[in-house]
């Protein structure tokens, strides 16, 4: 046997004792425990009733841009009355919304 053909056959068994150690002895997959949910702030400023329930996503429409406007603090009441925070003023972006976090109602009366 050549000197290469050693080389290559010590490699090949080498390989072969590994998978066959893996085999006998996988390892343990340990899951990260899952992240405690952050606690829901109140919502600050004024609602921005819609007519469309909020389902823990991204809606179409650029609901806070009305707050663009005037930049008072405003949040989204849903009409299933789940409500989600806009950006801080000067800002008027749905972030609430974005990030998938809903904000507390403070003694709010949800009119339409």
């Known amino acids: 046997m050549q000197k290469t053909e050693r080389i290559v056959a010590a490699v090949c068994a080498l390989i072969l004792v590994i998978v ?3 085999s006998v002895f996988p390892a343990k997959y340990v899951p990260r425990p899952p992240e405690p949910p952050a606690p829901e702030l109140d919502c ?3 609602p921005i009733n819609v007519d469309f329930a909020y389902t823990g996503g991204v809606n179409d429409p650029w609901t806070c841009k009305v707050q ?3 930049d008072n603090p405003r949040y989204i009441l849903y009409s299933n009355g789940k409500a989600t925070q806009c950006e801080t ?4 972006n749905d ?4 990030r ?3 904000c507390k109602l403070q ?4 009119k339409m």
Do not use: L
């Open 20 to 22: 066959a150690w893996q």
């Open 44 to 46: 600050i400023g004024e």
């Open 68 to 70: 663009c406007d005037d």
């Open 89 to 92: 003023p000067p800002g008027c």
């Open 95 to 98: 972030v609430g919304e974005d």
């Open 100 to 102: 998938g976090v809903t």
């Open 107 to 110: 003694n709010v009366s949800s």
